[in-house]
Every structure is written in C-alpha cells, then in structure tokens.
C-alpha cells in the first residue's frame, strides 16, 4: 500500500530526539531528589550536593530540551501539535500535572510541617534547601524560600525555552529578559540577601515589585510597624511602596499601558509567560466568560480597597475592633484566605492545564484591575489592526492568553482596546499577514468603531483609505 507524506498544517508530535530523551532523564534525576527528600527516603547528608545537582539537573534539561527542538527549525512560532498532546489539550497529563501542583501549594499553604518544617530542624525536602538558605541569610529554609527557589528557577528555565521559540521577534526576547531579571534580582536575590544583612530588624519587604493592591497587606498594621522599625531601609520601601502604586504606575500605564508590568516585570505574569506559554490557548474567548472574568477581578480590587480603608482607619484611629471582632479577623483575613492562597496560588497556579496561564490575571489580580482602568479610559497603548490584510486564520485568538478575540476586531479593521490586555504581544508574533502591531499613540481616534466598508475598489476601512 502507497504510503503519501502528511502535508497537514497540524501535524501531530514526532517522537523524541536522543538529546531530548537525555534531557528528560535529567530532569526525571532532578526531581527525583527533591521527591525523595519530601519521602524522608534520600541520603542523610551532603545536601548541598544534592541540592546543587537537583536544581542543575532540572535548568540544564530544559536548556538541552528547547535547544535541541528550536534550533533545527527555522525561526517562527513553533506551537506544533499543540492540540495533539494530552498536557496541553486538557487530557489526563494535564489533569495529573493540575493536581500535583494544587497539593503543592496546599502543603505550602496550610500543612507546611509535611513539607519538613519544623522549630527544632528542618526535615524532609525543606532540609534540602537548608544549605543555600544559610547562604544567604544564615537561617533554615521555610517552606516560601523553597518557593521562591523553585519559582525563580521555572521562570530561568522556562523562559530560556521561551527565547529560543521566540527567537528572531525583539518584543519576545527584551521582555522575556526583563521578567527573568527583575524575578531573579528584585524578588529573589536582593530580598534575601538583605534579610540576612538586616536580621536585627523586623521582616518588611520580600519581593521589591510588588505594589498595593497586589501586596495585600502591604497597609496592614504588623507592616507598617515594621516599616517604620526598619530605619532608613524601611522608610525608603514605604515611601517607594506609597509613589509606585500612586504615581508610577498611573503614569506608566498611560504611556505604555498595563504592559510595563504586567508582561515586562511581574513575577505572577513572569511565572505565566514562561512556564504556563504551553498553555495559553486554553483560556475560554467566551463572551459570557469575559463578563464573569470583569466581575471577579473588579470585585477583588473593590474589596482590597475597602479591606485597607478598614485597617487604615483602625490603625490611624488606634480602634482595632469592629463588632467585638478583631478588624484584621474580620477583613483581612477572609481575602487572605480566599484571594491570596486559593484564588492566586491554588488556581492561579495550579489551574495552569486545564483553564489557561493568566486565569488569575484574567480573572482576580487587584493591580492588573487598577492599571486596567488607567489602560482602557486613559492611556496611549493600543493594538492597531489593519483588518485588509486579514485571513481569519486565528491564531490570533487562539494563542491570547487573556480571553480576548482578537480576530473579531481585526476582522472589523478595529483597534485593540481592552482593559484586560497585557500587551504580551504573542497575537503579533503570530500573525503570518502582519495585521497586528502594538503601538503608542495619541488618544485621540485610539478607539475606532468605523467598520470596514466593501466597494468598487475592493475592501477598505472607513476612514483610514483604500
């Protein structure tokens, strides 16, 4: 029987390469370390061996992996077979990884003590990361230095992956750069080290970036205290904390939009844009979706506001209950609960296979809703189409990570202006016609509404020529 090539467009995966199997092995060996120690069944001693090993087993394999899968290839976006593998197409792979990353962060959360931690010595994986923890800051691990650990190592990792997918596009690689930067220096590094130069003083800040209203408690009275405790350090990160959400981030929005932060420096969006990229054609372009999705991030951030207006008041106003109940049990903890640990780690996280990689951007980040504001009724940035030149081939839509559909509006020759774009700029990169460009404009004219018009002289959109 005649056998005839495959020339279809969606071909489904090829079988491993031998250097892909190899990196597959070493990441299997490097994780196998740190699932042995959370078993209490690996070797006693040398940590800081197995420790370097595990944690350079799992770099290098990605490095080897994306390497050897990019670089026979020419440049482009390669999302081949995407559709065809159970991780990223909701099959059982994904089910499997959603769950084991979910009982992740319900130890580190809420049983931190299975994890090894313990007043006495650590135990268990914790103890593995004890060695780089002394390190920096001469204390024993706690469960958030092994997450701050691995969080930071996904997101090298994984986006070294994503420069070489993205290699040849500028937009990809500065901002892949810039998130791999700003998650290893200013919420990683720096942080840490500067716990162990200042142990003398009361824990104040962790991750630089982080502005009100996505640091929660950033107004809470416990950090406050703290703050102003913490000399000259910790009046310089209050009034730093105070001018970056109040004044940078309003004015940076309106130049470039939501952008500058929540695809360049963001560690949440950082963590999405590398290592959940295989996912981001799961997330629902639904109608119905987008008006739940507005409800529930502008719901949080209504409720973050009145949450720190309560605790202000009470600090300011030395009342610290309301109803015979403490403020901070009756406000604060609640959103704690709900929004900081299920909502941003549980589901925003651990949801990563199954509902997309931006679920919480989308759906209840407070910082993305307030810059969302600047970014839809008071900022430069949009998405310009140029609809003529469109083919309708989708992968615009298909590959936005934020719900939006994107070919609609090219379709109708619109401009993109959507309070919930984070200007990644994947639907451009994966546009084969150039239809979309983002750009920085006067307000004026930024939203257009004009359809596009058929006549004698072909398609044209009105009011921009033929």
Same mark, same amino acid.
């Given at each position: 029987?005649?056998?005839?090539?495959?020339?279809?467009?969606?071909?489904?995966?090829?079988?491993?390469?031998? @250097?892909?199997?190899?990196?597959?092995?070493?990441?299997?060996?490097?994780?196998?370390?740190?699932?042995?120690?959370?078993?209490?069944?690996?070797?006693?001693?040398?940590?800081?061996?197995?420790?370097?090993?595990?944690?350079?087993?799992?770099?290098?394999?990605?490095?080897?992996?994306?390497?050897?899968?990019?670089?026979?290839?020419?440049?482009?976006?390669?999302?081949?077979?995407?559709?065809?593998?159970?991780?990223?197409?909701?099959?059982?792979?994904?089910?499997?990884?959603?769950?084991?990353?979910?009982?992740?962060?319900?130890?580190?959360?809420?049983?931190?003590?299975?994890?090894?931690? =313990?007043?006495?010595?650590?135990?268990?994986?914790?103890?593995?990361?004890?060695?780089?923890?002394?390190?920096?800051?001469?204390?024993?691990?706690?469960?958030?230095?092994?997450?701050? #650990?691995?969080?930071? @190592?996904?997101?090298?990792?994984?986006?070294?992956?994503? @420069?070489?997918?993205?290699?040849?596009?500028?937009?990809?690689?500065?901002?892949?750069?810039?998130?791999?930067?700003?998650?290893?220096?200013?919420?990683?590094?720096?942080?840490?080290?500067?716990?162990?130069?200042?142990?003398?003083?009361?824990?104040?800040?962790? =991750?630089?970036?982080?502005?009100?209203?996505?640091?929660?408690?950033?107004?809470?009275?416990?950090?406050?205290?703290?703050?102003?405790?913490?000399?000259?350090?910790?009046?310089?990160?209050?009034?730093?904390?105070?001018?970056?959400?109040?004044?940078?981030?309003?004015?940076?929005?309106?130049?470039?939009?939501?952008?500058?932060?929540?695809?360049?420096?963001?560690?949440?969006?950082?963590?999405?844009? #590398?290592?959940?990229?295989?996912?981001?054609?799961?997330?629902?372009?639904?109608?119905?979706?987008?008006?739940?999705?507005?409800?529930?991030?502008?719901?949080?951030?209504?409720?973050?506001?009145?949450?720190?207006?309560?605790?202000?008041?009470?600090?300011?106003?030395?009342?610290?209950?309301?109803?015979?109940?403490?403020?901070?049990?009756?406000?604060?903890?609640?959103?704690?609960?709900?929004?900081?640990?299920?909502?941003?780690?549980?589901?925003?996280?651990?949801?990563?296979?199954?509902?997309?990689?931006?679920?919480?951007?989308?759906?209840?980040?407070?910082?993305?809703?307030?810059?969302?504001?600047?970014?839809?009724?008071?900022?430069?940035?949009?998405?310009?189409?140029?609809?003529?030149?469109?083919?309708?081939?989708?992968?615009?839509?298909?590959?936005?990570?934020?719900?939006?559909?994107?070919?609609?509006?090219?379709?109708?020759?619109?401009?993109?202006?959507?309070?919930?774009?984070?200007?990644?700029?994947?639907?451009?990169?994966?546009?084969?016609?150039?239809?979309?460009?983002?750009?920085?404009?006067?307000?004026?004219?930024?939203?257009?509404?004009?359809?596009?018009?058929?006549?004698?002289?072909?398609?044209?959109?009105?009011?921009?020529?033929?």
């Amino acid at each position: 029987m005649t056998e005839f090539p495959n020339h279809a467009f969606a071909k489904p995966p090829v079988n491993l390469s031998l @250097l892909q199997k190899l990196a597959w092995l070493l990441a299997t060996v490097g994780f196998a370390v740190i699932v042995l120690h959370f078993l209490n069944l690996a070797p006693g001693a040398y940590y800081s061996t197995q420790l370097t090993f595990s944690l350079s087993f799992l770099l290098l394999s990605v490095v080897l992996y994306a390497a050897d899968l990019y670089r026979k290839k020419s440049s482009g976006i390669k999302n081949d077979g995407v559709w065809f593998r159970s991780l990223t197409n909701r099959g059982v792979w994904a089910w499997a990884l959603g769950l084991v990353l979910t009982v992740f962060y319900v130890l580190l959360y809420w049983f931190p003590e299975l994890l090894g931690m =313990d007043a006495a010595g650590n135990t268990g994986v914790l103890r593995l990361f004890d060695p780089l923890s002394m390190l920096f800051k001469s204390q024993p691990a706690s469960q958030w230095f092994m997450y701050g #650990t691995l969080y930071s @190592l996904a997101i090298l990792s994984m986006g070294i992956k994503f @420069l070489w997918k993205y290699r040849g596009n500028r937009y990809q690689f500065w901002r892949t750069v810039s998130v791999i930067f700003f998650q290893l220096v200013l919420a990683y590094f720096l942080p840490e080290i500067m716990e162990g130069l200042n142990q003398d003083k009361a824990y104040f800040a962790k =991750d630089l970036k982080n502005f009100w209203p996505l640091n929660y408690y950033f107004f809470e009275p416990w950090h406050l205290d703290n703050m102003r405790a913490g000399g000259s350090l910790g009046m310089f990160y209050l009034v730093f904390g105070i001018f970056g959400f109040a004044v940078l981030t309003p004015i940076l929005t309106y130049f470039v939009g939501k952008r500058w932060y929540c695809s360049w420096v963001c560690g949440c969006g950082g963590l999405a844009e #590398t290592a959940g990229d295989p996912f981001r054609q799961l997330s629902s372009k639904k109608l119905s979706s987008w008006k739940i999705e507005r409800w529930l991030i502008h719901g949080v951030l209504v409720y973050i506001v009145l949450v720190t207006a309560v605790v202000l008041y009470g600090y300011f106003s030395g009342t610290g209950e309301l109803f015979g109940l403490s403020i901070y049990e009756y406000f604060r903890k609640p959103y704690g609960f709900l929004v900081g640990a299920i909502f941003s780690g549980i589901a925003g996280v651990g949801f990563y296979p199954v509902l997309g990689n931006r679920f919480w951007c989308r759906c209840g980040c407070p910082l993305a809703a307030y810059m969302g504001l600047f970014q839809r009724f008071a900022s430069r940035f949009r998405i310009t189409t140029n609809g003529g030149q469109c083919i309708s081939c989708g992968n615009c839509s298909t590959y936005c990570e934020q719900g939006i559909d994107v070919r609609d509006y090219a379709q109708k020759g619109k401009n993109i202006v959507r309070s919930s774009c984070v200007g990644c700029g994947i639907c451009s990169a994966v546009c084969p016609r150039g239809v979309l460009k983002l750009e920085n404009g006067p307000q004026e004219g930024r939203i257009s509404e004009g359809p596009i018009v058929i006549d004698e002289g072909g398609v044209r959109i009105d009011g921009f020529g033929s």
